[in-house]
């Protein structure tokens, strides 16, 4: 099993920016594609961004593309979501997760999920 806890969560103004953070633990972290995806109250769980094991090819949703940045410290075991920007649409409870192989937008696909943390942007 990997183990995937997740920080940053929190309150934070319209305009303003969080950096989110992704341990993970219990398997080799470098073998794993990430993403980050996100579910505001009674919508489905939508992708926000993905990298691959090596830290190459980055992908980003329309939604938060020139605003976010997705990266990774395979040293650290960590994966890193810095979002700028903020607006009340981004309040969602944000998951990292994680997948052996090549990354995809397609959460399904994704073997292993944090446990989520409340993003809240106030205006």
């Known amino acids: 099993q990997m183990q995937l806890v997740e920080s940053g969560g929190g309150l934070v103004q319209a305009g303003g920016s969080l950096r989110r953070s992704c341990a993970a633990s219990?398997?080799?972290?470098?073998?794993?594609?990430m993403g980050w995806f996100r579910q505001a109250p009674g919508k489905e769980r939508r992708f926000v961004a993905a990298?691959?094991?090596?830290?190459?090819?980055?992908y980003y949703a329309d939604s938060v593309k020139g605003r976010s940045t997705i990266s990774r410290d395979n040293a650290k075991n960590t994966l890193y979501l810095q979002m700028n920007s903020l607006n009340p649409e981004d309040t969602a409870v944000y998951y990292c997760a994680a997948r052996r192989g090549g990354y995809t937008n397609y959460g399904a696909r994704y073997d292993y999920w944090g446990q989520g943390t409340q993003v809240t942007v106030s205006s």
């Open positions: 990298i691959t094991w090596s830290g190459g090819v980055p």
């Open positions: 219990g398997r080799i972290f470098s073998d794993y594609a």
